[in-house]
């Protein structure tokens, strides 16, 4: 498990880079915050369910991170597609990562990335198992949306968070129930 730690870390700075240079950013723009962040690993088990078209795993959500790097076992992940608002279904590809995008980059790209909303679902015959690996900044370190991306036509959109503000947040909202991290950053007047 510590060696899968290091080298999904590798995967998931290379993608964030990726992310960054898209935004025409300066290339070192807070990869070595990033870098030196956090890395919190959530392994979810899920056993066989006799209904699993009345029950969930993981009700829908976003993740707080800045890019989410997954794991399954089997299918399960669904992602929301604001498209035509389906639930699509991500394939079991074996050996294959599933990379989504989370609250904190959404607010660093001023909202040109969205937060992917993803929920997991049960079956009846098989255990599933995913790992989760969230990258973030550190714990007490905002992010805050890059200054290069707002200007008269682009004002900011959402106030700025740490991995700590978003804790705090849980232990008072229930996500089951709808509230999202994302929603309580945006600027009202701007989303
Ligand atoms: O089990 C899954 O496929 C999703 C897990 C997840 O969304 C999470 O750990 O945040
Ligand atoms: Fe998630």
Request: glycine share 6%.
């Amino acid at each position: 498990m510590g060696r899968y730690c290091q080298e999904v870390k590798k995967v998931g700075l290379e993608v964030m880079k990726a992310i960054i240079e898209s935004l025409e950013l300066n290339p070192s723009y807070i990869t070595k915050e990033i870098e030196d962040g956090m890395q919190v690993m959530a392994v979810n088990c899920y056993p066989p369910c006799p209904q699993p078209e009345i029950a969930l795993g993981l009700p829908p959500h976003s993740d707080y991170s800045c890019l989410t790097v997954l794991y399954q076992s089997c299918q399960g992940l669904q992602i929301m597609d604001f498209e035509d608002n389906t639930w699509k279904a991500i394939p079991h590809i074996p050996g294959a990562l599933q990379v989504h995008v989370g609250d904190h980059f959404e607010v660093l790209s001023n909202g040109l990335y969205k937060s992917v909303v993803h929920r997991a679902t049960l079956n009846r015959d098989r255990t599933r198992i995913s790992l989760t690996s969230l990258f973030s900044l550190g714990m007490d370190d905002k992010m805050e949306t890059a200054t290069e991306l707002v200007d008269d036509q682009n004002p900011k959109k959402y106030r700025e968070s740490s991995f700590r503000d978003f804790l705090d947040f849980l232990s008072t909202n229930d996500f089951s129930e709808g509230n999202n991290f994302i929603d309580s950053l945006k600027i009202k007047n701007y989303n």
